[in-house]
């Protein structure tokens, strides 16, 4: 039996109701109506430093953010933030890379990386890719040096290990898949059963994909749909997934084929709660828990190093 959706996100649910779809509006709506949700997050804690870069791409410079903890860095971590490939900027995922850095001891450098459909697929791959070879040849020291990101960032993610390890660039040492994008198969059971969860259904991923993919031959593609990659030789992962999320099979299913080929990757399920629950910090104490069970599982994840 299916568990039901955490109350607090069934009451935030309840209050977006009224708002017209995400499939009506422009890029640029979507992305103020994305921007207006940070306010639903908690604050993160105060770092060392936390200050704005310019990162070579490219065809030009794209932004990020280094969040520089107190301790003495233990890692180095480059994180994508979520939004469809459309939406999501620095600010979307501030909280969390303050978390990141502060409870873990990592250098968290956050990507501003360029959004459909303006720079549409291969783009953010590339911008992507090339912010993890920057920040591997300028800003990591010593200790592990790993590629995260959330929905559409846990895919990007997800693709810069693919071309780490095919083209011979940075050693990853590990990866963190939040909820991600790894494939674009809508048939999926749970796209099935949540095709018009809150806060993405099966209408709003085709919005997503048809902005940064229009071609759906091309989303075949192994750096399009990491689920399709020969994956062995991969660094060990860390997948989180939400029970009422359209993309909790893909993300189970690329957990499942990461262990096929011999990599490590462990698993962690939330049965109540939804897409995009780490932006809910500040209204759904589950949210904020899962945080915590972050935290030590990417402990798990890094002892060895």
């Known amino acids: 039996m299916t568990t039901p959706v955490d109350p607090a996100i069934a009451a935030v649910a309840a209050a977006a109701a009224a708002a017209p779809p995400l499939t009506s509006l422009t890029p640029e709506q979507a992305r103020a109506r994305v921007a207006a949700g940070n306010s639903s ?15 070579p791409v490219a065809d030009g410079q794209i932004g990020a953010r280094v969040y520089t903890p107190h301790a003495a860095p233990r890692a180095t971590f480059v994180y994508l933030h979520g939004g469809g490939w459309v939406t999501g900027d620095l600010d979307y995922s501030d909280e969390l890379c303050r978390f990141l850095a502060d409870r873990l001891a990592w250098t968290v450098v956050s990507v501003d990386y360029r959004l459909a459909p303006e720079h549409p697929f291969p783009t953010p791959v590339n911008d992507a890719y090339a912010a993890v070879q920057h920040v591997a040849a300028t800003i990591a020291a010593n200790g592990p040096l790993g590629v995260g990101g959330d929905s559409a960032g846990g895919n990007l993610a997800a693709a810069c290990t693919l071309r780490a ?3 011979h660039g940075p050693r990853l040492d590990f990866q963190v898949l939040l909820y991600p994008v790894t494939d674009h198969d809508f048939t999926r059971a749970s796209y099935q059963t949540h095709a018009t969860a809150f806060p993405i259904g099966v209408a709003e991923m085709r919005w997503f994909w048809d902005h940064y993919l229009p071609d759906p031959e091309r989303r075949d593609l192994p750096l399009a749909s990491p689920l399709r990659a020969e994956l062995a030789g991969l660094p060990p992962a860390h997948i989180v997934v939400a029970g009422h999320d359209p993309l909790r099979d893909e993300g189970v299913a690329y957990a499942e084929r990461l262990r096929a080929a011999g990599v490590k990757a462990s698993l962690a399920e939330y049965p109540s709660l939804t897409h995009g629950f780490f932006r809910l910090t500040g209204v759904v104490p589950a949210a904020r828990a899962a945080v915590d069970d972050l935290i030590d599982a990417l402990q798990l994840l890094t002892e060895d190093h």
Do not use: K, M, Q
């Not at 993160?44 to 200050?51: A, I, Q």
């Open 41 to 55: 997050c908690a604050n993160g804690p105060d770092l060392r430093s936390v200050r704005d870069i310019r990162l």
């Open 165 to 167: 390890r095919d083209e």
